[in-house]
């Protein structure tokens, strides 16, 4: 599902508006908010989200509904960051209808993205597109926006300076910095909308001194600053300027656009988003500044951003130990199975470190949950995106209104058959021991070998597999272009009956008889729905493209400390909201999911067309005759038997609740359908899914001591290295340089010097750097 292009507005709402400057407008707000837009967003969308944000009512006077995102008034920039111990989100847990995730309520579609600080843009794609982002974004300009309310300025995208004239006014002498990094900051920033270069003569712990990289040819820019001691700030002690030069760069990227510099600009996008892709921050930089940084600056930019959010990438390993202790004092029952691998060093062991190896985690609320939730778990697994590699296995299930819930996590190396072996064994042992249960997740081997491990518990009749079909689907169109066959495919899968699965398979077969041969190579009860013998409850696919990006957003950008504290917040929302939404629904005296209603209510529309004709004198065997047809593949007869709760439509055993025939059979019989409806469906066991409550997290000072070895990451999982990314383009002999030609300048392309000693760029020197 191809997500749509997003933009990042800036909310200016404090401060004040200087209309006298350069630039025409300066925000004299320091801190303001983050809200993610689409291209539809009308106005009115706009400014019901601000309000929203600031926490201010955006419903009309006497309206009862309530914004469905909480309100936030925490700046998304400050000075001094504050890691973030135990990120808590509101983010949209409405459930999901079948397969489909359920809109947020009292929100304009077009606003359904936005979030309050920390939650990503609430789109939701496929898992595997969660980073795919277009290769153009386009401009946006804020300049027609009205001046009542907060005033509203998008970053990147049409806008001139998140702040005004940054970067274009002159410093003045006795101008003064809360420390150096800020003062380096204003001469990077400076230097890069100037477009000019500068070199450091000078950088200490107490003065630094910048010179125009042509000074002494016809430029006299300098700029010294020094550290007065006795109130610990830095000062411009001598400015020579404005630059007397003119800007000759011919590059795309600016020496001084450095990552620092990266950092203090995108760091509202990341707070207000840790999964904001590096592609939509590296636009929104090269808009900004006028200048294209490289994708791995930017990458660099944010896990520094993260790190200093949410803590450092490296610690936050050794910060599990303890989470371990503190989460099982603050939940007694709480299952967590943390596993290290030794550090070895010179061929010793090192006791006093270990490699981080695996994690699995539930609360005991998931697991009471589960006891009332449908028989069947989906698994699957979805990839890291922080400094390290790893991957992220979640247990899912729904209840009775379709909503989802995950109600197991591990942190493994990657998928094989160790690491499910390891997620399976304790989410069978503490989470899912109930007989006859259906397992779906995609056809991976690890999952295979795992589920048939002979002392697993996860062998036909303790349990039974079936395959999600998007991922069958997906292996399907590697061998079979062509989005048409795919369908068919697809639909063949969600078939409720033989006659209507033979209607797509043989239209599969006329396309190309080698598609039915690679089909009928996969046994029909495992990705079939007219042959899983009602297990799946109409769920075909897994599912966990809905929980990543409804309930999980943005955790697997996170330090895995972060994550997994994140997952304990998320899941006390969850079961708050949810669990609220059913006591409300008892309280009005309904019996059943909404859920379930919508559809009966559905069904009984047409039930009334119908024939009905008893066969026995129980009321339990039926035939019923459709006078009109009801869809394109009616029968015209049905045989319906309440007794076995079985219809020829295929509905009635899939589904577990009566279909339109039985329906017309419970009319006929004066019986009440009620007492055909699987228990999952009441809404006292949608209630009892989310009647155990979250404890409130003891504070982290108060965690029991650990005093084990130091858990540090595993230096081989480490995602990237320090400099150039190695090429992974297979070499042929197209791909070597001729050793006779002259090396040429990276910027004017010219041969006889290099990018440093460019003569457009002022001569080698120390351009930007200290």
């Not at 820019?221 to 020579?240: A, D, F, H, P, T």
């Not at 990552?259 to 840790?274: E, K, Q, S």
């Amino acid at each position: 599902m191809a997500s749509e292009e997003s933009f990042v507005v800036l909310v200016h709402h404090r401060g004040s508006v200087n209309r006298k400057t350069r630039s025409g407008v300066k925000f004299t707000d320091k801190n303001p908010l983050c809200i993610v837009i689409t291209s539809t967003t009308s106005y009115d969308d706009l400014v019901s989200a601000v309000l929203m944000k600031l926490g201010l009512d955006a419903n009309p006077a006497g309206s009862s509904s309530r914004p469905a995102v909480a309100s936030s008034s925490v700046p998304v920039y400050e000075p001094v960051v504050q890691h973030v111990a135990s990120p808590s989100f509101a983010v949209d847990l409405n459930g999901t209808e079948g397969d489909e995730v359920v809109e947020r309520e009292n929100l304009p579609n077009a606003l359904v993205g936005v979030a309050p600080v920390g939650v990503g843009d609430g789109f939701l794609v496929d898992e595997e597109e969660d980073d795919v982002e277009p290769d153009m974004i386009d401009d946006d300009s804020a300049d027609d926006i009205g001046a009542t309310g907060p005033a509203l300025e998008a970053v990147g995208f049409g806008a001139r300076d998140a702040e005004g004239t940054t970067g274009l006014t002159e410093f003045q002498v006795g101008q003064q910095f809360q420390d150096k990094d800020e003062a380096l900051l204003s001469v990077k920033t400076y230097s890069i909308r100037r477009g000019v270069q500068y070199k450091v003569v000078e950088s200490d712990h107490r003065r630094y001194v910048g010179k125009c990289s042509k000074f002494g040819n016809g430029c006299t820019w300098l700029i010294r600053l020094s550290l007065r001691k006795r109130k610990g700030i830095w000062e411009v002690k001598r400015y020579n300027g404005p630059h007397t030069c003119l800007a000759t760069s011919i590059s795309s990227d600016h020496r001084s656009l450095d990552y620092h510099v990266i950092l203090a600009f995108i760091m509202p996008m990341v707070r207000a988003d840790a999964s904001v892709s590096i592609k939509v921050l590296l636009n929104a930089t090269a808009a900004h500044f006028g200048f294209r940084p490289t994708y791995r600056r930017v990458w660099m930019a944010k896990q520094k951003s993260i790190a200093l959010i949410y803590g450092d990438w490296d610690e936050s390993y050794n910060d599990l130990p303890r989470w371990v202790l503190g989460v099982q004092l603050t939940m007694p029952g709480s299952v967590v199975v943390l596993k290290t691998t030794p550090v070895r060093v010179g061929g010793q062991v090192d006791e006093s470190q270990a490699y981080f190896h695996r994690l699995f985690w539930t609360f005991p609320p998931c697991i009471e949950a589960f006891r009332h939730c449908k028989p069947l778990v989906s698994i699957d697994g979805t990839h890291l995106y922080g400094k390290y590699g790893g991957t992220l296995l979640i247990a899912i299930a729904q209840d009775g209104n379709s909503n989802i819930l995950p109600v197991a996590f591990a942190l493994v190396e990657g998928e094989n058959a160790e690491s499910w072996t390891f997620f399976l064994s304790h989410l069978r042992q503490h989470v899912t021991p109930q007989p006859g249960l259906l397992v779906i997740s995609d056809r991976h081997n690890g999952i295979k070998a795992a589920l048939e491990a002979p002392d697993g518990g996860w062998l036909p009749p303790s349990a039974y597999r079936a395959f999600c079909i998007r991922h069958v689907a997906a292996n399907f169109a590697l061998t079979f272009k062509g989005k048409d066959a795919r369908r068919l495919l697809v639909n063949a899968a969600y078939a409720k009956t033989e006659v209507e699965f033979d209607y797509w398979f043989d239209i599969l077969r006329s396309e190309d008889p080698a598609m039915c041969e690679w089909a009928n190579r996969i046994d029909y009860s495992l990705w079939t729905q007219h042959r899983d013998e009602g297990r799946r409850f109409g769920h075909m696919t897994t599912n966990i493209s809905e929980c990543v990006n409804s309930i999980l957003k943005g955790v697997r950008n996170l330090p895995v400390a972060s994550l997994v504290k994140a997952t304990y917040c998320r899941l006390a929302e969850l079961f708050v909201r949810k669990g609220r939404e059913a006591e409300a629904q008892m309280g009005t005296g309904q019996q059943f999911s909404q859920h379930l209603v919508k559809c009966i209510e559905a069904n009984m529309k047409t039930a009334r067309c119908f024939t009905v004709t008893l066969y026995d004198r129980d009321n339990s065997e039926f035939t019923v005759a459709e006078t009109t047809p009801t869809g394109s593949f009616s029968l015209g007869t049905y045989r319906v038997s309440l007794a076995s709760r079985t219809c020829d439509c295929g509905y009635f055993q899939a589904l577990h609740f009566p279909c339109q025939h039985a329906l017309a059979c419970c009319a006929y019989s004066r019986v009440t359908w009620t007492s055909y409806v699987h228990s999952v469906y009441q809404i006292s066991s949608v209630f009892n899914v989310y009647r155990m409550g979250f404890t409130p997290p003891i504070l982290e000072g108060f965690w029991p001591p650990y005093d084990g070895p130091t858990v540090i990451p595993d230096p081989d999982k480490r995602r990237a290295r320090e400099g150039r990314p190695r090429s992974t383009r297979i070499r042929t002999n197209m791909d070597e340089a001729d050793p006779n030609r002259p090396k040429r300048c990276g910027l004017c392309r010219q041969p006889g010097h290099t990018r440093r000693s460019c003569p457009q760029v002022g001569g080698s020197s120390q351009t930007g750097h200290h």
